[in-house]
T-cell receptor, first 113, second 112 residues
Framework: GQNIDQPTEMTATEGAIVQINCTYQ??????LLWYQQHAGEAPTFLSY????GLEEKGRFSSFLSRSKGYSYLLLKELQMKDSASYLC??????????????FGRGTSLIVHP | DGGITQSPKYLFRKEGQNVTLSCEQN?????MYWYRQDPGQGLRLIYY???????QKGDIAEGYSVSREKKESFPLTVTSAQKNPTAFYLC???????????FGPGTRLTVT
């Protein structure tokens, strides 16, 4: 199984930059995903990293270090609408032979004016 | 438009009753999943199916059952054996081998 750890809550100011960390332990790693989830809604896909390094997509970037079991999601130029929960998920090999994502508890980000 | 539908959005049941949550997708995806989410928690996997007529237990399958008779449909039954059924239930799907999952809007089940 996996052990995925991310902070429970973070706060930041509109226009600022925030980094949400995720650490994990797994045996059959096949990629790490980040999702955004607004309250009461379904998660929406943000990013996927399978190799070490930084993936940039607009205001959002995601970094992965496989040797350290570490990832972060970087949000720039924060907007009020970025207030949401951010879920880190790790793809691992399940007993049936498929790669199945396991989700962390999520980080609730509060952006204030 | 292609997507995943879950109905109803809100569902109320009395304790001791079985209830079935629907999940339909027209994305032609092979894999489908059911997750449970409790307040302030991440998603926990209940069951998943990689192909029609086959499914696997996730981390918290006790008290739940599923079927996969059609590629498009993956209904979840919450049985009376589930001790704490009140939760937000999310269905997801993806193409075979793809990493990105697409989620339905969810069903919030309340059992009293």
């Amino acid at each position: 199984g996996q052990n995925i750890d991310q902070p429970t809550e973070m706060t930041a100011t509109e226009g600022a930059i925030v980094q949400i960390n995720c650490t994990y332990q797994t045996s059959g790693f096949n990629g790490l995903l980040w999702y955004q989830q607004h309250a009461g809604e379904a998660p929406t896909f943000l990013s996927y990293n399978v190799l070490d390094g930084l993936e940039e997509k607009g205001r959002f970037s995601s970094f992965l270090s496989r040797s350290k079991g570490y990832s972060y999601l970087l949000l720039k130029e924060l907007q009020m609408k970025d207030s949401a929960s951010y879920l880190c998920a790790v793809r691992d090999l399940a007993s049936g032979g498929s790669y199945i994502p396991t989700f962390g508890r999520g980080t609730s980000l509060i952006v204030h004016p | 438009d292609g997507g995943i539908t879950q109905s109803p959005k809100y569902l109320f049941r009395k304790e001791g009753q079985n209830v079935t949550l629907s999940c339909e997708q027209n994305l032609n995806h092979d894999a489908m999943y059911w997750y449970r989410q409790d307040p302030g928690q991440g998603l926990r996997l209940i069951y998943y199916s990689q192909i029609v007529n086959d499914f696997q237990k996730g981390d918290i399958a006790e008290g739940y059952s599923v079927s996969r008779e059609k590629k498009e449909s993956f209904p979840l039954t919450v049985t009376s054996a589930q001790k704490n059924p009140t939760a937000f239930y999310l269905c997801a799907s993806n193409r075979d081998g793809a990493y990105e999952q697409y989620f339905g809007p969810g069903t919030r089940l309340t059992v009293t």
